[in-house]
């Protein structure tokens, strides 16, 4: 017969690697939507840029035209600062306007 | 342990510690607070392996007022909730706690409630800290930093770092900042008292400040701040407050405040915050709470309008206005948060055009500062 209070120790660990597991879960999960998201944000923005440079063609970039591109890109709503770079955007960033002005 | 207490000594306590008592955990033993007596006090703690607050009950016996007689050392474990609702309803003055393996009797007059505790030895024990080096502040000059700063923090944990506060000391000054990169917040003070940090950059989670603030005294108390590598521990009176830094990098936010501006206001603080006040009403609704603002050098105009509500239209005289006249909108939340935060003096504020930040600050006090980006008039 199990000692009664092994068993009860067994299943006290249980508990708490159960509540492990679900933090660990909870965590891989928002990872899991981060990567979701941006997937979903590259497919848009490779999609705009194809569109953008003509699917096929040679990619020349001069400096002018970089600085072009992001400005591009922040107005299609991403953002484009070190801070949060290829997010969505809601509303102006502070730190991508500083960004525009810098470049 | 066994010990009598004074109730209301024992219900501050509690109170102030229970902040740092989680409201949703996996961990059982986190809905408790830990009670420890040793031959001079009592040591009332809670920790949430984020934040966490100890508070310290003397027993003074050559006091004919001593708030604790402590009979026998010991600890437990009780839950929060119900150990403070218990206490705050007792009848009499006075506590007796007994405690015998992990359970707790606690009389006071007639009543006598006998509470299952917690194993002492499973609290999580909180952070190390050396106390050699720190900086001392009044408590109402620390409450003031958090109180001007807390509201412009970020909500989104996508970026961790915005989520907290940064706190700057350098060349006899601290500053404390706070972003969500549409709207920026910034207050800073001097100090002359010697430090034992040469410079130092720390970011506290907003939250974290925002439960110091209520447990810190209002008046000239004096708090001592110490950081270290990955923790914040402020101390005051018998409290000791630690909280976990964020990790990371702020960005530079001295780069973003515009340097030339096209047009300045100045203007009294109370009568346009009354006016933004009224036109948010109509602006809730709408996603960014915007509302207009257009200034013109003889008046200010405040509107904003809602499709299926109606729309408000308001004047108010500027003190003085230069410049050119222009047609900002922004959110009036911000506006609302910054002009609160800047009281009823009169406000200067410097516009740099429609899609860039205005500044606002006090007449002559450069030290605190609000940034507000406006919202482009095409998307409204």
């Known amino acids: ?103 | 342990m066994r010990l009598v207490i004074k109730k209301n000594e024992l219900l501050h306590a509690l109170q102030d510690v229970q902040r740092a008592v989680p409201t949703r955990t996996t961990k059982m033993i986190l809905y408790g607070i830990l009670l420890h007596a040793d031959y001079e006090k009592l040591e009332i703690s809670a920790y949430d392996q984020e934040i966490g607050i100890k508070t310290n009950i003397s027993s003074l016996p050559d006091q004919e007022d001593n708030p604790l007689q402590i009979e026998e050392p010991g600890s437990i474990v009780l839950n929060a909730k119900y150990v403070i609702e218990i206490v705050r309803k007792l009848p009499q003055p006075l506590v007796r706690i007994d405690v015998q393996d992990f359970t707790a009797i606690i009389h006071s007059g007639n009543a006598t409630y006998t509470l299952n505790g917690m194993d002492p030895r499973e609290y999580p024990s909180l952070p190390e800290i050396h106390e050699e080096v720190g900086f001392t502040l009044q408590a109402d000059t620390l409450k003031m930093l958090i109180e001007h700063t807390v509201f412009a923090v970020s909500n989104s944990e996508v970026r961790p770092t915005l989520t907290g506060i940064l706190l700057k000391y350098q060349e006899g000054t601290i500053s404390f900042s706070a972003t969500d990169s549409h709207r920026l917040a910034m207050q800073t003070i001097e100090v002359d008292v010697p430090t034992g940090y040469e410079a130092i950059e720390a970011i506290i989670p907003g939250k974290s400040l925002t439960e110091l603030a209520k447990i810190i005294p209002d008046d000239d108390t004096l708090v001592n701040i110490h950081i270290t590598q990955n923790q914040l521990l402020v101390s005051f009176a018998n409290t000791y407050f630690y909280s976990r830094l964020i990790e990371g990098n702020y960005p530079d936010i001295s780069r973003i405040f515009p340097s030339s501006f096209r047009s300045n206001l100045q203007i009294d603080g109370k009568n346009l915050l009354d006016c933004i006040e009224r036109a948010a009403l109509l602006a809730r609704d709408n996603e960014n709470q915007v509302i207009r603002i257009q200034l013109k050098p003889s008046f200010i105009e405040v509107s904003s309008h809602s499709p299926e509500i109606g729309k408000i239209t308001e004047t108010v005289e500027p003190e003085s206005f230069s410049g050119e006249a222009m047609l900002i909108a922004c959110n009036a939340k911000f506006l609302i948060d910054a002009l609160r935060a800047l009281g009823s003096a009169t406000i200067k504020i410097d516009f740099t055009g429609q899609g860039s930040a205005f500044v606002l600050y006090e007449l002559n006090n450069d030290q605190h500062v609000h940034l507000i980006l406006p919202v482009r008039i095409g998307n409204i």
Not at chain 1, 69 to 95: A, Q, T, V
């Open chain 1, 1 to 103: 017969m199990v000692d009664k209070q092994e068993l009860f120790q067994r299943v006290e660990l249980l508990q708490d690697q159960i509540g492990h597991f679900y933090q660990e879960i909870g965590a891989l999960k928002l990872l899991l939507n981060e990567l979701l998201e941006e997937n979903q944000n590259l497919m848009v923005e490779n999609a705009n840029l194809r569109d953008r440079v003509g699917f096929g063609e040679e990619e020349k970039t001069t400096p002018g035209e970089a600085k072009k591109y992001l400005r591009d890109l922040y107005e299609d709503g991403f953002h484009i600062c070190n801070i949060n770079y290829g997010s969505l955007r809601k509303g102006d960033c502070l730190f991508c306007l500083e960004s525009l002005q810098r470049t």
